[in-house]
């Protein structure tokens, strides 16, 4: 008899960054997250964003980070004030950039997660997104700073 070792993997990779601050409402941080055309104004990777239609489920962006090729992303999720999801279609792999906003006693909570799921998801990684979870802290900031000026 051969004795078969059971495998496990990972159907998915996640990594989230969260941060509270009194900087900025929520209103604030969102009105600067939906102006996505300017979004290069404010993150020093983006080269250009684009957003084709409005700010809502089912509209698509363009965004070109500096040094990377343009790239199609999807808003697959939107509650105003609240969470906002974006899908990257990667070949073989997907990955969701997922951005929520929550008042505390402590004041705004500010959560992004990144998932990235797929055949290819460790190459997606290696890629593209452990290079944005990196820089998730100096990212957040920025965009609290940004923010408080509107």
Request: glycine share 2%; aromatic share 8%; hydrophobic share 40%.
């Given at each position: 008899m051969i004795k078969q070792k059971k495998q496990t993997t990972k159907i998915m990779w996640t990594k989230s960054y969260s941060t509270v601050t009194n900087a900025v409402t929520k209103e604030q941080i969102w009105k600067?997250?939906?102006?996505?055309?300017?979004?290069?104004?404010w993150d020093e990777g983006v080269e250009f964003a684009k957003l084709h239609g409005q700010f809502q489920e089912g509209t698509f962006f363009t965004l070109k980070p500096k040094g990377?090729?343009?790239?199609?992303?999807?808003?697959v999720q939107v509650e105003e004030n609240?969470?906002?999801?974006?899908?990257?279609?990667?070949?073989?792999?997907?990955m969701y950039g997922e951005h929520t906003f929550e008042d505390t006693p402590e004041g705004l909570k500010i959560t992004i997660t990144m998932r990235v799921e797929g055949l290819l998801k460790a190459l997606w990684i290696k890629l593209v997104a452990q290079d944005i979870v990196n820089n998730l802290?100096?990212?957040?900031?920025?965009?609290?700073?940004?923010?408080?000026?509107?």
């Open positions: 600067l997250f939906a102006d996505v055309d300017n979004w290069h104004t990377g090729p343009k790239v199609k992303i999807e808003l609240k969470v906002f999801m974006d899908l990257t279609r990667f070949p073989l792999a997907k802290p100096k990212d957040v900031e920025n965009q609290t700073k940004a923010a408080s000026k509107l």
